[in-house]
């Protein structure tokens, strides 16, 4: 019985080939919205298709009835199923719907079946009709599973392969590349940004991206994840960086440092520089730190042999006293910095009366040998101040 209807299997190989192709690309073109549609597939390609996977298939049908079938779990490294294999990544590559794909994988298989039982109408017995059909139905199953396992992986990979080019792409344009036009143009089309027109650039840490973009609502803006952190290009349009500034506020847990506006693309590597060392000013806190607010710490940040020298002559006898010593005068001393000078806007801040703040900054101006309470504080102390706000120097 089974040599019959393996001599039947291998005279309906020899002779249907054709013309099962001939049909199945008929009626692919005919019945599959997705290939009609798009016409992403030339027929050529078609054809070929359609030629190399119904030889399998009848291949693979002839060695499942003799007992010569896959493996269990064995074919995704069979080489019988390399069409399959072939076809998945071709289609993935071509853009075209993995479900369109598998539709007419079904076609094929229904096609083959319904040609099958035509010819052997008066070759094979109902039995021998019965165990073909079966496994037609297992090869055309499994053949549909290389398909999509192989068209999966090539979507993968094209994935990676854009997010490493989208990644590159960033880095060209976080250090400076995007001032040579063609680059620029090549980024701003990958990205989907502005080539021209003002930008803020951002910078932080613990950032939920997903909600800044909703918030920032229409304006264009794009940002990408960095080791440690995001980065984000706001388009400023015809908006004041107060405007930006005040939603991305709305990200309370994170820290984020801000540029001024820069010119284009080109100047999106200055506009990076300048936000990192915004967010560096606020030393891990969260926060929206913009460059223009942080130019005195920004500028110890890039000075910080001058940063602590400053803390040193300033506060450093200070900083040497035990913590319940020092504290209180380091922060009634920062406090009167920050109200300019004021003792009564201190004495509320530090929440103590006024002559006890008096009494601080005698001490301080003794343990330190500067003259306090005379005007304003000086320039040197508010610097030095900032320098420990920011964690430069401890």
């Known amino acids: 019985m089974r040599a019959a209807t393996l001599a039947f299997l291998a005279e309906h190989r020899r002779a249907r080939v054709d013309v099962l192709t001939d049909r199945l690309v008929a009626t692919i073109e005919a019945s599959n919205p997705g290939y ?128 490493q080019l989208r990644a590159e792409l960033w880095e060209g344009v976080l250090s400076g590349r995007a001032k040579e036009p063609g680059f620029a143009h090549e980024a701003a089309r990958i990205l989907d940004v502005p080539v021209d027109g003002d930008y803020l650039v951002a910078t932080g840490v613990d950032l939920d991206t997903a909600r800044l973009e909703h918030a920032l609502g229409s304006r264009p803006n794009v940002w990408v994840r960095r080791s440690g952190g995001a980065v984000g290009l706001v388009a400023l349009g015809a908006d004041g960086p107060d405007d930006v500034l005040a939603t991305l506020a709305v990200d309370d847990g994170g820290s984020i440092g801000v540029s001024v506006g820069v010119e284009g693309l080109a100047g999106v590597d200055t506009g990076f520089r300048q936000a990192v060392l915004a967010l560096r000013t606020l030393g891990g806190r969260p926060g929206v730190a913009a460059f223009d607010d942080r130019l005195p710490e920004a500028l110890l940040l890039t000075s910080p042999e001058v940063a602590g020298r400053l803390v040193a002559v300033w506060l450093g006898p200070v900083l040497a006293l035990p913590p319940a010593e020092g504290g209180p005068l380091l922060d009634t001393l920062t406090a009167w910095v920050g109200a300019g000078g004021s003792t009564t806007h201190t004495a509320e801040a530090v929440h103590c009366h006024r002559n006890t703040v008096i009494n601080r900054l005698r001490r301080v101006g003794d343990l330190t040998g500067q003259v306090l309470l005379d005007g304003v504080p000086p320039l040197e102390l508010a610097l030095a101040v900032r320098s420990l706000a920011i964690g430069r120097v401890r």
């Open 36 to 163: 009609r549609a798009t016409r992403v597939v030339p027929r050529a390609d078609l054809r070929s298709s359609c030629h190399d996977n119904i030889v399998r298939v009848l291949e693979l049908l002839d060695a499942a009835v003799d007992g010569r079938g896959t493996e269990p779990g064995s074919a995704a490294r069979d080489p019988a199923y390399d069409a399959a294999r072939a076809t998945g990544r071709r289609r993935a590559e071509q853009g075209l719907p993995l479900d369109d794909v598998l539709r007419s994988f079904r076609m094929g298989g229904r096609l083959i079946w319904d040609d099958l039982v035509e010819q052997a109408r008066s070759t094979l017995d109902a039995d021998e009709l019965r165990e073909v059909g079966t496994r037609v139905w297992e090869v055309v199953d499994e053949t549909s599973a290389q398909v999509a396992a192989a068209y999966h992986a090539t979507e993968r990979a094209a994935v990676r392969a854009d997010e």
